[in-house]
């Protein structure tokens, strides 16, 4: 789950829990409501968890870096068009 999709449930069990006057036989929708914007904020703490693991992961250099590498260009090769001219009294290909 993203970020975006746990302010998303947030924001629609607020909705569900403050703003809404409907009743169901043998929902409430105040509980859903409630248990959308926990489920939301779970997401939304583990979203953040997970980019600051992974920003924070850096792997260690084997090598050094070579920075006075010379790299030779490989040879230019030929490419020849050749075009065919078409007279538009000439019926289509």
Do not use: K, Q
């Not at 975006?4 to 006057?21: F, K, N, Q, Y």
């Not at 939301?40 to 968890?49: K, P």
């Amino acid at each position: 789950m993203t970020i975006a999709g746990s302010i998303i449930l947030i924001m629609l069990g607020a909705i569900l829990t403050w703003a809404v006057e409907f009743d169901l036989a043998g929902l409430d929708i105040n509980v859903v409501g409630v248990i959308l914007m926990l489920g939301g904020l779970a997401g939304l703490l583990f979203g953040i968890y997970r980019i600051s693991v992974t920003r924070r992961a850096v792997g260690a250099i084997d090598e050094p870096v070579h920075r006075h590498d010379v790299y030779e260009e490989p040879e230019a090769r030929r490419t020849t068009v050749y075009e065919e001219r078409r007279h538009y009294d000439e019926p289509p290909l």
